[in-house]
């Protein structure tokens, strides 16, 4: 009987938390974008980009490339493109939010982004997830007959464009991050091989680049 009565509650608490954790895993509590203030053009396109998904960004001014010194291996707008998802990411944990987005300021949304999102299984555990990379859909397996759109675990994920994090995530991508030795695609890709971060991709990317603004960040040395 005694056992009987701990299966019905333990149903009972799984049927109330079930749902409510579903929709916790897709919800979206914040969204960052990465703005250096010299682009006010990247600053109106991402105004436009808000009305089009009908959520508000939160803006935080990139990190100025001459405010460091280049490294051997990663010339000084790459360190300022590191430092700013730094930011970025802390910016996210001084709130009491439990997921966000960070965005570069290039980028643009496929219609009803956030509505396919919803509409797709999310991994038991994560730690960040790109809503749009550069590298993953080169693999075969990735991809999917009919085109619909779905989440895949990352293999090779390139570009930081669009990612969606979580607490942990932020924290994992912190400490990773604290030393700069490599781009940061670089760095992330690197640990998520080696299995230390848990990383997920959309496939077809919900959001990708707008190459018509060039990039802030050249990738010579020197």
């Known amino acids: 009987m005694t056992v009987r009565i701990l299966l019905v509650v333990c149903l009972a608490v799984a049927a109330v938390l079930t749902p409510l954790f579903a929709s916790y895993r897709k919800d979206i509590d914040a969204i960052f974008v990465i703005n250096l203030k010299t682009r006010q053009d ?13 959520r508000q960004f939160d803006y935080l001014d990139a ?3 001459h405010d460091h010194t280049a490294h051997d291996r ?6 300022a493109c590191w430092r700013s998802h730094m930011e970025a990411l802390n910016a996210f944990l001084d709130t009491r939010n439990l997921t966000s987005v960070i965005l570069e300021d290039d980028v643009v949304f496929e219609e009803d982004a956030f509505g396919k999102f919803r509409e797709m299984v999310l991994p038991w ?9 550069c590298n993953d859909y ?3 397996e990735v991809t999917r007959p009919d085109g619909t759109f779905h989440i895949y675990k990352s293999r090779y994920p390139g570009c930081t464009q669009a990612y969606m994090v979580n607490r942990q995530g932020a924290h994992k991508l912190l400490r990773l991050l604290n030393s700069v030795t490599e781009p940061i695609d ?3 890709i690197h640990a998520v091989m080696r299995g230390d971060i848990h990383a997920y991709g959309v496939f077809p990317n919900l959001v990708n680049q707008d190459n018509s603004f060039g990039t802030d960040v050249p990738t010579t040395l020197g």
């Not at 600053?43 to 998904?53: G, P, S």
């Not at 990663?74 to 360190?79: A, E, G, L, S, V």
Request: glycine share 6%.
């Open 42 to 54: 990247r600053y109106q396109h991402m105004l436009e980009q808000e009305q089009k998904v009908g």
């Open 63 to 65: 990190v100025e490339a």
């Open 74 to 79: 990663i010339n000084d707008h790459q360190i």
């Open 125 to 133: 555990r994560w730690d960040m997830i790109y809503l749009g990379e």
């Open 138 to 140: 080169k693999h075969p």
């Open 186 to 188: 670089e760095t992330i």
